[in-house]
């Protein structure tokens, strides 16, 4: 009898047979793989998916990989992973027709407009208010640290619809036009020099009543299909074994450290080891995770391999640095204000890379927000004092 690897991989051996990889431009062969369900091989058919396990998308994403087709992902990183899994919960089929094809191959990119200066880790206290107008809704207010807002066709916004009800409960989704008129996106760089995110402005922008996304007073569940999905797209990739940061860990090793015995060389052979077996644990954690996940939203497990991420990605790109002696403190940038394609959340020159990786604990949830959530949701310990919970959200005291 076949396995499900390989019903999958004959499945995706056969696509990539009619559209090689080499000789196939990138948009389209990404259509075609939307078109033949492995796409997001677990969402329903006709929604770029074939109705399969998480665990069969996993494998579609590995066979992918090994014959070098195109990904979705590193352009698009917040459309495929967060946009996409909130409009196929939450859309209508209006909405899913529209949207995900073009979401896939990357022809429009995709923002995530939760985060204000206000709300980040408390994101359901936001402020951007959106009022109904005939069939419009006017959306005004500032959004921050918006990744890609810059190269984005349309954003994914959380608004305050009713400020008379408890912060969760007056909030709607929406899907805003990012060329809109009342618009306005400005660069925020970072520590590596880069802009990869934005602050974003809403100046009485007119979004129709046809691009809210869910219920009015709806936004909260929607958000959390997001986050959820968020938490799993960032830390609960299984890369190949020994890819990635702790790959460029151990090449920097045997060029730099391999034919040396001292006691110092022995001593960080051990501290290389030890970061080795760390990653290890933390790509087979998420293989299992991947592996029992049943399709529909990802469960609180995602704050283990989000906080997981953040920790090893920190140390192993700290542990390449020191490995580079002298040179690992050369990061070559004289700062030129770039505003970069994609969001370089995994990898590069290892001296960037160390920089870039201080933002993997705040990204998509702080680490002290994911223990939080694993000793509330995962552990059941008892919750924090939420004072604000009944109270409507006018009435809270804010700065
Ligand atoms: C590189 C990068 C990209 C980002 N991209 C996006 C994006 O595309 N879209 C978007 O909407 N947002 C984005 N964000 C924003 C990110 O989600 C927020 O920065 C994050 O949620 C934290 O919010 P904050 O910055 O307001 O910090 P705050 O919430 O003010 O937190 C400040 C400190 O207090 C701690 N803290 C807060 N509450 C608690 C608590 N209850 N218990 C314990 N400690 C607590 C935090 O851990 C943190 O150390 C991005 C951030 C970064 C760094």
């Given at each position: ?84 899994p909130t409009l196929v919960a939450h859309g209508t089929a209006q909405q899913k027709q529209r949207f995900l094809r073009p979401l896939f191959t990357g022809e429009e990119i995709w923002c995530q407009l939760f985060s204000e200066p206000g709300a980040g880790s408390d994101f359901a206290a936001l402020a951007t208010r959106a009022e109904l107008d005939g069939d419009e809704w006017i959306v005004t207010g500032q959004k921050v640290w918006t990744t890609l807002a810059h190269e984005a066709a349309f954003g994914l916004i959380v608004a305050r619809t009713n400020p008379d009800v408890t912060k969760h409960q007056g909030l709607t989704a ?226």
């Amino acid at each position: 009898m076949a396995t499900i690897d390989t019903t999958i991989d004959d499945l995706v051996d056969s696509f990539v047979a009619q559209f090689p990889p080499r000789s196939t431009d990138p948009i389209t062969f990404l259509g075609a793989q939307f078109d033949a369900g492995l796409a997001w091989a677990h969402f329903p058919l006709g929604e770029g998916g074939l109705g399969a396990t998480p665990a069969e998308h996993q494998r579609v994403l590995e066979r992918m990989a090994q014959l070098r087709a195109p990904s979705a992902d590193g352009r698009n990183v917040i459309g495929y992973g967060m946009v996409a899994p909130t409009l196929v919960a939450h859309g209508t089929a209006q909405q899913k027709q529209r949207f995900l094809r073009p979401l896939f191959t990357g022809e429009e990119i995709w923002c995530q407009l939760f985060s204000e200066p206000g709300a980040g880790s408390d994101f359901a206290a936001l402020a951007t208010r959106a009022e109904l107008d005939g069939d419009e809704w006017i959306v005004t207010g500032q959004k921050v640290w918006t990744t890609l807002a810059h190269e984005a066709a349309f954003g994914l916004i959380v608004a305050r619809t009713n400020p008379d009800v408890t912060k969760h409960q007056g909030l709607t989704a929406f899907l805003v036009d990012m060329h809109a008129p009342g618009v306005e996106v400005r660069p925020l760089y970072q520590a590596t020099g880069e802009a990869e995110f934005n602050e974003c402005f809403f100046h009485e922008v007119r979004i129709p009543d046809g691009q809210r996304l869910g219920g009015v007073g709806e936004g909260w569940p929607v958000s959390i299909t997001t986050l959820m999905n968020e938490r799993v797209s960032i830390g609960g990739t299984v890369p190949a074994r020994g890819s990635g940061l702790i790959g460029e860990a151990l090449k920097i090793f045997v060029a730099r450290w391999s034919g040396r015995r001292d006691a110092h060389a022995l001593a960080v052979r051990a501290e290389l080891m030890q970061s080795w077996v760390r990653n290890e644990v933390a790509r087979l954690t998420n293989w299992r995770a991947s592996d029992l996940r049943k399709a529909g939203t990802p469960g609180p497990e995602g704050a283990v391999a989000k906080l997981a991420f953040a920790e090893e990605n920190q140390r192993t790109s700290e542990l390449c640095v020191d490995l580079m002696g002298a040179e690992g403190m050369l990061y070559g940038s004289d700062y030129p204000h770039v505003r970069p394609k994609e969001a370089a959340m995994r990898g590069g020159d290892m001296r960037k890379a160390f920089i870039r990786m201080r933002a993997n604990s705040i990204e998509g949830g702080t680490s002290e927000v994911m223990r939080n959530i694993i000793g509330e949701r995962v552990l059941g310990l008892p919750g924090e004092p939420r004072s604000d919970k009944d109270v409507a959200w006018k009435d809270v005291p804010r700065s």
